[in-house]
């Protein structure tokens, strides 16, 4: 059957049968297909070398065909029963098509013109480019290593240089994270790198539990990325998650120290762990071979997971990818120099004595294949990676903590302390089950809306108050200059008359002193009249 489906050759009746009870078809009655073609009665009426299924192809084609398929005993293990009126003729077995898996059902339909959805990557490209990326490194390792030097080669840039030094070279060093955020532009792709260090790591006498820090690190920024996803009402969130942790090994010993093994015992878990021998170049050649293979012997011993890079999809890159990854841990070199070589090249570089070991030659160092590796071929898988398997299993862990926790809770109040607490914006614990912390939060945010109003209320009876009071002040106001108004005229008035009485007796008083000079000239004027008439008639013609 599986030949002829392939070749797509001739196939009789009774195949095309077979081959049809072997899927899901489209009738009104479908057919309970069983996968277990071992457990089924591989027989068809008295013919015993007639198997079902995939069973013996060529007996099939042995076998007399009947003439009526539907005379044909149906195996009740593989097919349900259908009643005689309703059962239907299979169709036509269907062709075989290139690039379709043996599980494909449906082959795919071609289409008659230009639709539009092979856009969609074009699409996604766009608003992936015009969103930007975001990335976190973190470098550990003892001071000296070259984690900063390693950072501007990795990245061609000098991320930390004299204005802003990097902070093994600064003049506190405390054992605490500091963390550096640089945007980065390579064409028009942007990239918000966070740099992650940790200074003062392994310096001290007493190097107990000192990398508490860095396992405290990756977990807060968890439990933030966990609060972020409880929340009722979900912001955009940037993911700042260590994507990738380098951690970086001292090339002086003979193996991996005990304090190399508690840190990254504490790290494999929640970061994607790459570990590098620093400095490589004060190895030589077989010491760097002997070193590689006796910190895999550790890594393996002591049950330390490192990242596992994957395989590529494309064949070519897939061998030179199984090669890259032989080298692993990677024996690097890095350097903030730059060298002309004899051609004129500029390259990066360290020049000793002895000669000169560039940091891009994968004769001379791993660095060239680190970063091939981490930034070129796996940079999303590290953080698909870190979504999904690192984070995943923290988020599994916490809420089956939570769990548990709420669960004795019930028993026994006291016991509930035992899960991590984690607060939400609210301030309320999350130490307990989602819906439960669903409700705590509904009824924090009724709370909130509720003395919301009321300070509302209460604000807008203060503006209601003040303003009346303004007005009332206003109305005062008015009054007052109105009866200063009025109190102005009044004392204009009486001024008036009191200057009105005053002119009046001064003239009385001036016309008593001059009464006999205005009877003198009352006799003037009465004899300046009589001398007028007297003229006035002389002057009559007779």
Known sequence: MSRAMSTGGPTSARERYFINTNRSTDTDKPLN???DSSALPARIGSDSSASVGRSNPSSLRSSPVPSDLSSIAVPTARVAPVASGDFKRPPPPPKAYPG????SSTPPRKLGGYVGFANLPNQVHRKAVRKGFEFTLMVCGESGCGKSTFVNTMFLTNVYNKEYPSPSLRIQKTLKVETTRVLLKEGSVNLKLTMVDFPGYGDRVDNSNCWEPMVRYTEDKFDRHIRGESQVKRQTMSDDRVHCCVYFIAPNGHGLKPIDVQCMKALHTRVNLIPVIAKADSLTAGECEAFKKKILTDLQTNKISIYQFPDLDDEDENKLNKERKSKVPFAIVSSNACVTKEGGKLVRARTYPWGTVEVDNIEHNDFH?????????????????????????????????IAASSGDAGANPGMAAGGPLIKTASGSSLNKNPMATLEDEKIDHQARIKKMEQDMEQVFEMKVKEKLRKLRDMEANLKKEMEEAKASLETAKNDLAKHQHSFYRERDAWADENKELEELIRQHYDAAKSLNKKKDKKLIPF
């Open 33 to 35: 297909v069983v996968n």
């Open 100 to 103: 379709v898996g043996p599980k």
């Open 369 to 401: 294949v680190l970063r091939t590796m981490m930034v070129r071929t796996h940079f999303n898988d590290l953080k698909v990676t870190t979504h999904c398997n690192h984070y995943e299993n923290y988020r599994q862990a916490h809420w089956s903590k």
